[in-house]
């Protein structure tokens, strides 16, 4: 079995869940690569994908490549800095796997919390006063809870989810 981790990642949160991913798949038929648009991506059985939510989505060149995967097997994990509701979780992975191909399978989504730039907070606060106060409140509370994330815990959730695929 051949299993190939491809990952995109700004600020690093992403690439700390890869490389945990990497590390708990089994025997020497693996390899990582970053992402990138042109980048050799060996064929494999199963593909390991990881993303980071911008605006509600990721990177359309991933999901491009992720579209044009046919007849495989398909592993995504993914980080986002908002929240930890089951539902929204939901919500991104119906996002991403809607680009899988009908002739793919995917066994399964990993998602947990990623840190954002200091820059977001600044952002948030000078949105305080324009009379959404209650839901930048919440953002502010999203942006502190992610702080610390991806934590120990992130990874030892992703190592017990991909050790449970495979
Ligand atoms: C410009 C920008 C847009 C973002 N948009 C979202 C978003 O729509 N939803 C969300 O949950 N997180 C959002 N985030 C938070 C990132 O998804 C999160 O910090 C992620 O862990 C970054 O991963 P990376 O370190 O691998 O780049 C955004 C972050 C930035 C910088």
């Not at 949105?127 to 702080?147: C, H, I, P, R, T």
Request: glycine residues 8%; contains cysteine; hydrophobic residues 35%.
């Amino acid at each position: 079995m051949k299993y190939q981790v491809v990952y995109i990642s700004n600020t690093g949160n992403t690439e700390k869940i890869a490389k945990k991913v990497f590390e708990v798949l089994p025997g020497q038929d693996k390899d990582i690569v970053r992402f990138e648009p042109g980048v050799r991506i060996a064929d494999a059985d199963i593909y390991f994908i990881g993303f980071w939510i911008k605006r509600g989505t990721c990177s359309m060149d991933l999901l491009d490549f992720i579209s044009e995967l046919h007849d495989k097997k398909i592993v995504l994990f993914g980080t986002c800095g908002m929240g930890t509701h089951k539902e929204y979780y939901k919500e991104l992975e119906d996002e991403i796997t809607a680009w899988i191909a009908d002739d793919s399978e995917c066994l399964g989504t990993f998602i947990c919390q990623g840190k954002m730039p200091m820059e977001v907070r600044n952002k948030y606060e000078n949105m305080l006063g324009s009379g959404n106060d209650d839901k930048v409140e919440k953002m502010l509370q999203y942006f502190d809870s992610a702080l610390t994330h991806p934590d120990k815990q992130d990874l030892e959730n992703v190592a017990a989810f991909i050790k449970k695929i495979i």
